[in-house]
């Protein structure tokens, strides 16, 4: 199946802060940006880094205030066709997509579906096992439930497999006290906030995220957790940058992150690419294009074509610095909202501590920033080992628009 632009959705018959008109199925993947100065620069910036063969296939999406201003797209999908990346090509995207499972307990706690400090064992109470009665949801969210890991005999058919998932993490031990450490939770973060979602509602999370999330924002098509097998063909398959696996080989062993799950599952073009993989619901991970999750973020920023997802009293306390410290996983600086993890690639400075977003392995990114009202977005399918893409095209995109 070709990239349809033009598919229609069906409508979505509500939620609290969504003042759309009443033909909710707008088709909003018509490429309508204008041709400004800062579509240019980005489209030049993401030609360059196809032509130069450090990408292979780019989208980049940006939103100020609601409008999208910038729509562009270099390079190949599927270089065994050589089909295009167009504007509506979803691409597997790991943990970018921990934003849109954080967003999906959000507009839940809107409704007052749940509170951020309520222990997840009241929720799901065989979670509570081992001495986890004291994780609470904002634990969760903050990567400082101290449930980091994943066993080691963990397969990709267990990751497909939600009940298996569900009850290795109720089974599980902690690594540090719930709070007192901040620590990355690469694959269980999706599992946990996916379960709690799931007591809540009733529904598997990636129906709540259609519903409440993409349906009302017209890309219930172009953002998924777990993708149906038709919409396979229309995927970017991943490949990977060269010398990946060396670096990882060249770690130490008894680095953590080695203890949070098998090497077989570290993320590369082989997992993402497989089919099991990406029509399971993983909601550490998400399949998407750049515009999807860019409106997504403009949409908590304020509002899009009438629909806000939560109010600004929510978005600032998300968006608050709420746990931070030396990842007691990969060891690196962290500060974390409510989901989110706060700052941009490329910029160091007091002006990123307004960004709040999530990066996925291999160098995509997406954010929004609540002193500009940018919500930007960058996908693509070479898995590489750095965010360079992300902080060059960003930063072109901030001194054009902040």
């Known amino acids: ?37 800062v579509q240019k620069q980005v489209r030049h910036a993401i030609d360059q880094l196809v032509d130069s063969g450090a990408e292979r296939g780019v989208q980049v999406a940006v939103f100020r205030h609601g409008e999208l201003v910038v729509d562009a797209v270099a390079g190949v999908a599927d270089p065994a066709t ?84 569900c009850a290795a993490l109720a089974g599980a031990e902690l690594w540090w006290e719930p709070g007192t450490r901040v620590g990355y939770h690469a694959y269980t973060f999706g599992y946990l906030v996916g379960e709690i979602v799931r007591r809540v509602t009733g529904k598997p999370v990636s129906q709540v995220l259609r519903e409440e999330v993409t349906a009302p924002l017209g890309v219930a098509d172009e953002l998924w957790f777990g993708v149906p097998v038709a919409e396979h063909a229309r995927l970017a398959p991943l490949e990977d940058a060269e010398g990946g696996a060396e670096l990882t080989a060249a770690m130490p062993e008894d680095l953590p992150m080695f203890r949070a799950g098998p090497l077989s599952l570290f993320p590369t073009a082989a997992l993402g690419n497989r089919t099991d993989v990406l029509a399971a619901d993983i909601p550490a991970g998400a399949k998407t294009s750049a515009r999807a999750i860019a409106r997504m973020y403009a949409a908590l920023l304020g509002e899009v074509d009438g629909v806000r997802l939560i109010t600004p009293e929510r978005l600032r306390e998300v968006t608050s610095e709420a746990a931070s410290g030396v990842d007691a996983v990969f060891g690196n600086p962290s500060a974390w909202g409510l989901g989110y993890a706060l700052g941009r690639p490329g910029c160091a400075g007091p002006e990123a501590v307004t960004a709040f977003g999530m990066g996925g392995a291999g160098g995509s990114y997406a954010y929004g920033d609540t002193a500009t009202g940018i919500a930007f977005a960058l996908t693509k399918n070479r898995l590489t080992q750095d965010f360079d893409a992300v902080g060059r095209v960003s930063e072109l995109v901030n001194a054009a628009l902040a």
């Not at 069906?10 to 003042?19: D, E, F, N, Q, R």
């Not at 790991?94 to 934003?99: D, E, M, P, R, T």
Request: net charge negative; glycine share 10%; hydrophobic share 30%.
């Open 82 to 165: 050589g089909r295009a990346v167009t504007s509506g090509t979803p691409f597997h995207n790991y943990s970018i997509g921990k934003g849109a499972t954080a967003t999906v307990a959000h507009v839940l706690a809107e409704r007052g579906l749940l509170s951020y400090d309520t222990p997840v064992a009241e929720l799901w109470p065989e979670f509570g096992a081992h001495g986890k009665g004291g994780v609470t949801v904002r634990h969760v969210l903050t990567h400082a439930a101290g449930v980091p890991g994943i066993p080691q005999d963990t397969t990709p058919e267990d990751l497909c497999d939600w009940d298996r998932m």
């Open 1 to 37: 199946m070709a990239d349809d632009p033009h598919r229609d959705e069906p409508p979505h018959t509500g939620t609290p802060h969504a003042t759309a008109p009443s033909d909710r199925r707008r088709d909003v993947r018509k490429n309508d940006v204008r041709e400004t100065d």
